[in-house]
């Protein structure tokens, strides 16, 4: 069906607790078009409000799927798994999440648990199928809590979203498609060490030499470096077409054919 398309909304470009807590960038996660298919990815504070603002209709989603429990990623998944339920009234979509998000301490509450269709719990090395859209969960992150990231693969195109992770050794060779998405908090490696910093970042991208590599998540030190000027110098200096995500922006993923 030539008519179907992939279109990814970033509904917040926010990373870790300071750019996030003062809203400097929204931090609502990402809305997945993927054909008939929509999944909503890391619905952080504020997701419920961009994507009513963006007119994305929350009881249409097929599926919400969380990397991992830090609030940054999951503080509107409530609320979300409410919304997709039509308010719990109709049993419908999909949620995964990491064992750690439904255990100990649970970022999802427990009487929401039945009104989803199902509810999965996301391993490494998983692989999962939503519709006619699947998505693996290669590797377990280095992180606090129990993180992963993921490729997904539509009938049309596949695409890989590093999450939030410190670097290590092997980390890029589990996550090849046409377009990477990744995570870069800060803007040199240090602390806090959990999250990639850019050179690391850049490293990654000219390992994996994707078609389209898309910025997002950014702390304090990316916000304020512009991360826009810093996705024209990568671009400059890797040859491979860097974007900096800016909040509300789309991404039709039909550009990676141009
Ligand atoms: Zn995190």
Redesign the pocket.
Known sequence: MADLSDIITFLGTAGARFVMIRQFLASGGAWLNLGDTQILLDPGPGSLVQAAKRKLDAAKLDAIILS?R?L??SGDINVMIEAMTDGGTKKRGMVFAPADALNQDPVILSYLRSYPQSMQILIAGGSYVINDVSFKTPIRHK?PVE?YGFIFQTPRHTFSWIT?TRYFADLASHYEGDLLIINVVRLKPGAPVDHLSLPEVKSIIEELRPKVAILTHFGMTMWRAKPWEIARKLTEETGITVIAARDGMKFDLAELET
């Open positions: 991992h830090h940054d990623h992180h993180t939030d």
